[in-house]
Structures are given as structure tokens and as C-alpha cells.
């Protein structure tokens, strides 16, 4: 859900875990010119149902974007 409360969809390109810490690369289209972002579940591990959280940290998104570029190799990310 967006900051002014209306749902946003999103379509998952795909996911990694580092130090256990889910993270998803999601993009707003299926096509080749998509907006992407790298989202984490900052959700308690009790919790049954994830809640995603933008990366805001420079240096763990440089790292998780790495990994994400090394997953889908075909596939080019520009920042």
C-alpha cells in the first residue's frame, strides 16, 4: 500500500534471502521498459503475511542489487 493508502501491484521478477532477510526484486510492468525496485520483508517472523519495505540504504541496496543482476543474467538493471 502507498503512503497515501491506495494499493499498488507489483509483479515479482525475483527473490533472494541474505542474512536472513527476505528481499524481492519487483517490477510495475511486464514488459522490457518496467520501473523496478528491490523491496524487503520487514515483517516480524511470526507474522504470516510479508510486509515489504522500499531499500533505502545505499550500501545494502548496491549489495542486493548485485546479487539480483547475478540471479537474472539476461535481464539488464540500470540504476
Do not use: H, N, W
Not at 507474522?47 to 541496496?61: I, N, R
Amino acid at each position: 500500500m502507498s503512503e497515501d493508502g491506495k494499493t499498488e501491484e507489483f509483479f515479482v521478477l525475483e527473490q533472494t534471502r541474505v542474512g536472513g532477510i527476505s528481499y524481492i526484486l519487483v517490477s510495475d510492468s511486464t514488459g522490457d521498459d518496467g520501473e523496478c525496485m528491490i523491496l524487503k520483508d520487514t515483517s516480524p517472523e511470526e507474522e504470516k503475511e510479508a510486509t515489504y519495505e522500499p531499500v533505502e540504504d545505499e550500501a545494502e541496496l548496491t549489495a542486493v542489487l548485485k546479487i539480483f543482476e547475478e540471479l537474472l543474467e539476461d535481464v539488464s538493471i540500470e540504476r
